[in-house]
C-alpha cells in the first residue's frame, strides 16, 4: 500500500489477518522491504507491516535533505501507525532501522509492547564523536551522487562489517546487491546527511527510562554491536541479549535461526498477557 504521509508518499507491505498480533519491520540502510521476504513466512500468526523508511525502496526520495532527520522520521512513523490504527505492536528494526525504532521508542513509549533491536545502537555519545562522523557520512554521501549506486554498492558490499556474508550461497548475496542497486542515489545520500549515526542525537540517557521489554540480537562475528548490546542491556530495566553466530545481518545470514528467536520471545509475550 502507498501512504501519504506529512508531504512523502510511503510504501507499505502489509500480511497476515487484521485481528493477528502486529509486528512493524524496519529495514537497514540500502535496504527495503525486500529484505524481511525470507523472514516473513516464518510469522504467519502475525500481521506484518514492514515500511519503506524515507529515500528508501519505493518510499519517495524528496530533495530537501531536512526532510531526513531522524525527528521527522519519527513523525512520519507516528502518522502512519495512526492512519493505520496500529495502537500496540512489536518493533522490530535492524541496524539504521533498529537506531529509528530505538528513537522511536523513546519519544512514543506507550504504543510498543516489545522492542526487538537487531545489531543496532543508540547513537554515539559524544559531540566529537558525532561531528567526525557526519563528515564521513557527507564525504560518502557525495561519492554516492558523483559515482552513482552501482559504484557505490560495488565498495559498500566490501567493507568489513558485510565480510561475513561472502560465504554465503551466490544467489542470496544476489538478492542482497539487487535490493541495494535499486535504491536511490539522492535518497541515501540525503539519509545518511539528515538520519545518520552522526547527524541523530543520542539515546543512552533514555535506556534506563524504557520500561517495555527489549530483545537485543547481535551476531557473535560482529563484535562492535554485540559490545554495543552488551552495554545497552546493562541500562534498559527490561532487556533480554541473544547472539547467533552470525555477522552484522543476521536475518539474511540466518534467517530461520532468527525468526524463530523472535518468535520464541513473541510467544513468551503473549503467553504473559
Not at 88 to 111: H, I, Q, V
Not at 123 to 139: H, M, Y
Not at 217 to 232: H, N, Q, V
Request: charged letters at 25%; hydrophobic letters at 40%; a negative charge.
Amino acid at each position: 500500500m502507498e501512504l501519504m504521509t506529512n508531504g512523502v508518499r510511503y510504501h507499505i507491505e502489509v500480511a497476515g489477518e487484521a485481528a493477528c498480533p502486529v509486528l512493524v519491520l524496519l529495514h537497514g540502510f540500502t535496504g527495503s522491504t525486500a529484505t524481511w521476504k525470507t523472514v516473513i513466512e516464518n510469522w504467519r500468526d502475525y500481521r506484518i507491516v514492514a515500511i519503506d523508511l524515507i529515500g528508501h525502496g519505493q518510499t519517495e526520495s524528496p530533495a530537501d535533505e531536512s526532510r531526513y532527520t531522524m525527528e521527522r522520521q519519527l513523525d512520519d512513523l507516528d502518522f502512519i501507525f495512526e492512519e493505520m490504527k496500529l495502537e500496540k505492536f512489536t518493533l522490530l528494526g535492524y541496524s539504521m532501522g533498529g537506531r529509528t525504532a530505538l528513537a522511536y521508542a523513546c519519544e512514543f513509549p506507550d504504543r510498543i509492547d516489545l522492542l526487538v533491536l537487531e545489531s543496532a545502537s543508540p547513537g554515539l555519545k559524544t559531540e566529537a564523536a558525532r561531528q567526525e562522523r557526519r563528515e564521513r557520512d557527507a564525504q560518502l554521501a557525495f561519492n554516492i551522487l558523483e559515482g552513482g549506486i552501482e559504484q557505490f554498492v560495488g565498495k559498500w558490499e566490501n567493507i568489513p562489517l558485510f565480510d561475513s556474508q561472502k560465504s554465503l550461497p551466490e544467489y542470496v548475496r544476489q538478492q542482497v546487491k539487487q535490493e541495494r542497486l535499486a535504491q536511490n542515489a539522492q535518497g541515501l545520500a540525503n539519509s545518511l546527511k539528515g538520519m545518520g549515526t552522526g547527524s541523530q542525537r543520542s539515546y543512552w540517557d533514555c535506556l534506563p527510562e524504557l520500561k517495555m521489554r527489549v530483545l537485543l540480537i547481535t551476531g557473535e562475528l560482529d563484535p562492535k554491536f554485540y559490545a554495543t548490546a552488551r552495554e545497552m542491556q546493562e541500562l534498559l530495566p527490561n532487556a533480554e541479549h541473544r547472539i547467533i553466530s552470525a555477522g552484522h545481518a543476521i536475518h539474511v545470514e540466518k534467517p530461520v535461526e532468527f525468526a524463530t528467536m523472535v518468535m520464541e520471545r513473541l510467544n513468551g509475550i503473549n503467553e504473559e498477557d
